[in-house]
């Protein structure tokens, strides 16, 4: 099984970034569609991860905050978890970052409960106490760039 992660910098491949968001939150995850597709889309980094096929298996985004940049809704098709895939999106997307943000950029997170070693492995730590988000139990994860 092979893949691929890449920005997805055209209609067409934003398109499929949405549609496993689409699957993953809303539909598996019950996120509500209006939480879930918010008014950060336009101003945001968005990557797509697709099989063989060109199909889409999973997804992230970044943007800048008044923070720094916050990471946000990184998803992996069910059928592909625990594959590498969250591996290789997370580490597509830092070095996407690294290419653009200047070094010492604070970088934040919401991370659910089991994706928590996932962003560990990056340099990310947890700060302060779980939280809700949509329903689902997160923690706030940080680190410098």
């Known amino acids: 099984m092979t893949f691929r992660v890449i920005p997805a910098t055209s209609k067409e491949l934003k398109d499929k970034s949405f549609a496993i968001r689409e699957e993953v939150f809303v539909v598996e995850q019950q996120v509500a569609h209006d939480e879930e597709f918010d008014e950060f889309e336009d101003e945001s980094h968005h990557f797509v991860a697709l099989d063989e096929n060109d199909n889409p298996i999973g997804s992230a985004r970044w943007r800048y905050t008044d ?44 991370a659910q409960l089991h994706a928590v070693p996932l962003y560990l492995k990056f340099g990310f730590q947890t700060e302060g106490d779980q939280f809700d988000e949509c329903g689902i139990m997160h923690y706030l994860m940080w680190r410098k760039l």
């Open 67 to 110: 923070k720094g940049i916050k990471l946000e809704r990184f998803t992996a098709k069910q059928n592909w978890r625990g594959k590498g895939l969250g591996t290789a999106i997370v580490k597509a997307v830092m070095d996407h970052i690294s290419q653009t943000a200047q070094k010492g950029t604070y970088l934040y997170l919401h």
